[in-house]
């Protein structure tokens, strides 16, 4: 019985305590991750390009 009342205090949580997004919400947040998804890949791009050249430098004036 324990079980059951779980599943049915989980199902009214679901339903009628849970506030959902409207869509004009979700796609506001959907572009802000998109956004932000880009800028952290551009900041590990140009990372990854400044350690390469600097890597690259070294190796150079080493061998």
């Not at 205090?9 to 009628?16: A, D, M, R, T």
């Amino acid at each position: 019985m324990k079980i059951i009342d779980t599943i049915k205090e989980s199902y009214n949580e679901l339903v009628y305590k849970v506030s959902w997004p409207t869509k004009s919400e979700l796609s506001n947040s959907a572009v802000v991750v998109m956004f932000a998804s880009l800028l952290i890949a551009l900041v590990i791009m140009v990372m990854d390009l400044g350690f390469e050249n600097i890597m690259r430098f070294i190796y150079e004036k080493l061998f």
